[in-house]
């Protein structure tokens, strides 16, 4: 039999386990709203309290500029399933409802800052990408909506997007955000709804002009020789893996653009900069 100071002792611990487990609860909650930032910045010093911080104010203050001499383009904030916010909000004071608000959310904490060589098209298909690898397939909107989603923006990527596909995406984001079973589905469609808002005008770049803007689309890019810089020296033309460039020795050479398959070999051959890219 044990004694009462046994059951004494034993209340005491449980108390302190429980009072050690509420401590471990509110230092979780308090380290949950501590902001970690990635991105093209220069000389980044964390800021103390930047729930309260604009995003302005972290990038010139603490991050110290874009390298490079780039331009800011996009902060995306919570995670994969967080929204991209454009230098418009720029000014958007980083809590949860000011996030919310503009598409966004807190989610993990984490922010990257995107400069201007980021095209928004890829970044949103970058993100997806990750979620359709973490669903876990038990409901048919996230299983299948986010697969979908993903085969749209790849489509438009590799530059065969038609200006409807715009209307199907945002159609089917707000369907997966109301009828998938959980968070992550929910919020799966928040970088593709917030880029497709705050984008807009990439995404018909894409669809309509078939350009990446930001020259990251691969099969939107057009490679193009210089005549008045090409000395004829043949050495694309060795390189092109596909035939795709033709010229005699001494004369200006040239691209068939039906040909090029964009792999790059012939500006890196080129020792006169006569190939140019074009986004
Ligand atoms: S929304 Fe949640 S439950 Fe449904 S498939 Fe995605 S991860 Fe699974
Ligand atoms: S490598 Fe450059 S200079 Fe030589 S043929 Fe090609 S484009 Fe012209
Ligand atoms: S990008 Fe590649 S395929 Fe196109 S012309 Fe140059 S070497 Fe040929």
Do not use: W
Not at 68 to 89: D, H, M
Not at 91 to 99: A, C, E, G, R, S
């Amino acid at each position: 039999m044990k004694g009462k100071g046994f059951f004494t002792a034993v209340l005491r611990h449980r108390r302190r386990v429980l009072a050690g487990y509420a401590v471990a609860a509110v230092l979780c909650a308090v380290l949950s709203l501590l902001v970690s930032v990635n991105y093209d910045i220069n000389d980044y010093l964390p800021p103390e309290s930047p729930s309260t911080i604009a995003i302005d104010v972290m990038e010139e203050a603490f991050g110290g500029g874009i390298p490079n001499g780039k331009k800011f383009k996009a902060a995306q904030t919570g995670g994969p399933s967080g929204g991209c916010i454009p230098a418009s909000l720029i000014d958007t004071p980083v809590d949860y409802d000011n996030l919310t608000a503009i598409g966004c959310m807190m989610g993990s904490g984490g922010m990257i800052v995107m400069d201007e060589d980021n095209c928004m098209v890829d970044i949103a298909k970058f993100y997806l990408e990750f979620i359709v690898d973490e669903s876990c397939g038990k409901c048919s909107p996230c299983r299948i909506g986010t697969k979908r989603l993903l085969g749209l923006l790849t489509k438009i990527t590799e530059g065969n997007g038609e200006p409807e596909d715009l209307d199907t995406i945002e159609e089917l984001c707000n369907h997966i955000k109301q009828s998938a079973l959980c968070g992550l589905g929910q919020t799966a469609p928040n970088p593709v709804l917030s880029t497709l808002h705050h984008f807009r005008d990439e995404y018909i770049a894409h669809v309509v002009e078939k350009r990446c803007p930001a020259g990251v689309c691969k099969n939107l890019l057009r490679y193009t020789i210089d005549p008045a810089k090409c000395k004829g020296c043949t050495l694309c033309a060795r390189n092109c893996p596909n035939n795709a460039i033709s010229g005699t020795v001494r004369n200006p050479h040239v691209i068939d653009q039906d040909k090029c398959i964009k792999c790059g070999a012939c500006e890196s051959a080129c020792a006169f900069g006569a190939i140019h890219i074009e986004a």
